[in-house]
C-alpha cells in the first residue's frame, strides 16, 4: 500500500476511537492525519506529511480550545427549573416581616423570602430559587 493510503487508514481508526470516547480532541487530531494523508497524496517527501499532520493536529485542537464547544455552560442549580421542580411555583404570602415569611407550601411550613427589588404589596408570588429551605420569590 501507499503511504496515503495509511494515512487514511489512520486518519478513519481515529474518528471511530472519537465515536466511542465522546470527544472532539480525537477527531481534531484526524484532522490532522487528514492532512498528512493528503500531503502524501499530493506527492510531498516522506517527513513533510507527519510536519503538516502534526501542525494541522495543533491549530485544530488550539481552535477547539477557543471554540463554543470547548465551555461548559454551569448552570446556577438553585434557579434551574430542570433540577428544582418547585422554580416557577405560585405561593401566597399573607404577611411580610422585614421581607422574610413563613407560609405552608407542600403541606410544610417554609421560609420565604422576598427577592431584591419585588413588590411586597402583592399576595400571590413567584417561586424564582432556593437556597437551602428558604424560598426566593418575586
Do not use: C
Amino acid at each position: 500500500m501507499t503511504d496515503w493510503i495509511n494515512w487514511f487508514w489512520v486518519a478513519g481508526a481515529l474518528v471511530v476511537l472519537e465515536l466511542f470516547s465522546g470527544t472532539f480532541y480525537l477527531l481534531m487530531i484526524a484532522i490532522g492525519v487528514a492532512v498528512g494523508g493528503l500531503a502524501a497524496l499530493a506527492g510531498i517527501a516522506p517527513p513533510w506529511p507527519a510536519l503538516l499532520a502534526a501542525v494541522a493536529g495543533v491549530l485544530a485542537t488550539l481552535a477547539l480550545r477557543r471554540s463554543r464547544y470547548a465551555k461548559t455552560a454551569r448552570p446556577d442549580v438553585a434557579r434551574d427549573p430542570n433540577v428544582n421542580l418547585d422554580i416557577g411555583q405560585h405561593i401566597t404570602v399573607e404577611h411580610w416581616d422585614n421581607g422574610m415569611a413563613r407560609v405552608m407550601y407542600r403541606g410544610a411550613m417554609w421560609d420565604v423570602e422576598l427577592a431584591q427589588g419585588a413588590n411586597s404589596a402583592a399576595t400571590t408570588y413567584v417561586i424564582r430559587e432556593m437556597r437551602g429551605s428558604r424560598l426566593i420569590v418575586s
